[in-house]
């Protein structure tokens, strides 16, 4: 039986705000499910030739370090692009404010269709929280294809934390309102939203504590410094199994089978909470629709095949797959999304 989270009394009036903002942050999440149900079309009926492209070598800026979730998944992806293509398909890590340098540098290139770049939900839930970014994640680029997306966040405690559950995490919180802290790697990214419409759907005040990456986030979670860490399935598996944390939840719509023992947030009363990170291709804005059609139509191609399917299943991730129209119109609505995010939350959430 799912469990309910304890939560605090409130008037109707605060109650009522609650819950708009909570509808208002998984706005960001919903789409999706969704997306993922038209997504399969992608590619069935086969991309325009393009005789004349490729001709040299293309290159994939991830802005995320290496070993990272979209670094480890281009890399599966990448070797068969390059036979299809019949060019070299380059992964090149371009690192640097939260992934914000290396989107800006696409964002400024050729409209060639020789420089891709690859990353995150991050591209558009982030921008609405650094008045510095340089680019427009919708209009500055031509949406590809939405290629990926995994199974939820992991929420993660130390090994050696009092709380054994959920529950007894938010009854803490509940208790001791701002003893709690979390950790995220950067505003808008897949470990800070999360914990932001978990606080707001419990009612609770849990302290952030930002860090510039995962690995060091992940790292003080380990070592007990920080009390609680949405992170991604491949590095939560890792180190659950290794007996360095410890899983409570996690954010998807349905549990993974890679971590099977552990809930749903929904099913443990967070009802409708659907957080999934997910992976899209671009390239600088105006790349000529027969070179997207047939990159697009490779891509598909590769995350169906069999060995790609095995290796995503490993990492945590299943193929979605969209036409470059369909992608541009869900990262249009999801940039919406995380804009009406970022209005709604406290001031100082996360920071």
């Known amino acids: 039986m799912a469990t309910s989270p304890v939560q605090p009394q409130a008037h109707s009036a605060t109650a009522r705000r609650r819950r708009t903002l909570s509808r208002a942050l998984q706005l960001l999440a919903g789409i999706v499910v969704a997306a993922s149900a038209s ?19 293309i290159r994939v800026v991830v802005p995320s370090p290496p070993g990272g979730p979209p670094d480890l998944l281009m890399r599966v992806i990448a070797p068969r692009l390059s036979t299809a293509l019949g060019q070299p398909v380059i992964v090149e890590n371009r ?26 939900a991050s591209h558009v ?16 680029f031509t949406h590809v294809s939405l290629v990926a997306q995994n199974f939820g966040q992991v929420l993660v405690v130390p090994a050696n934390s009092k709380a054994t559950t959920f529950k007894e995490l938010i009854d803490e919180a509940v208790r001791s309102p701002g003893k709690l ?3 995220h790697a950067g505003l808008g990214t897949a470990s800070h939203i999360p914990a932001e419409i978990m606080k707001t759907m419990t009612g609770t005040d849990i302290l ?8 060091e986030a992940t790292n003080d979670v380990i070592a007990g410094r920080v009390d609680l860490f949405f992170v991604g399935t491949q590095i939560a598996q890792q180190h659950v199994q290794a007996g360095t944390l410890r899983a409570l939840a996690i954010t998807g719509a349905r549990r993974w089978k890679g971590m099977p023992q552990v ?47 095995a290796q995503f ?39």
Not at 102 to 110: F, R
Not at 208 to 215: D, E, F, L, S, T
Not at 325 to 335: G, K, N, P, Q, T
Not at 343 to 349: H, I, M, T, V, Y
């Open 181 to 183: 802290n979390y950790a």
């Open 263 to 309: 809930p749903t947030l929904n099913e443990l009363g967070l009802t409708g909470f659907n957080v999934v990170n997910w992976f899209g291709l671009w390239m600088p804005a105006g790349v000529p629709a027969r070179i997207v059609d047939r990159v697009q139509t490779d891509v598909v191609r590769a995350i169906q095949d069999p060995e790609v399917v």
């Open 208 to 215: 952030p504590v930002p860090y510039k990456g995962v690995a």
């Open 125 to 140: 839930s982030i921008p609405p929280f650094n008045e510095n970014v340089t680019y427009d994640p919708v209009k500055d």
């Open 95 to 120: 690192l640097g404010a939260g992934g914000l340098v290396g989107t800006a540098y696409v964002a400024k290139l050729p409209a060639d269709g020789y420089t891709w770049l690859f990353t995150t």
């Open 39 to 57: 997504a399969q079309t992608a590619g069935g009926s086969g991309g325009i030739a393009a005789s004349d492209y490729p001709n040299k070598p």
């Open 313 to 351: 299943d490993a990492l945590g991730l299943e193929g979605v797959g969209m036409q470059p129209a369909d992608f541009a119109a869900f990262v249009a609505r999801e940039s919406a999304a995380a804009r009406e995010v970022a209005s709604r939350l406290p001031p100082g959430a996360g920071r």
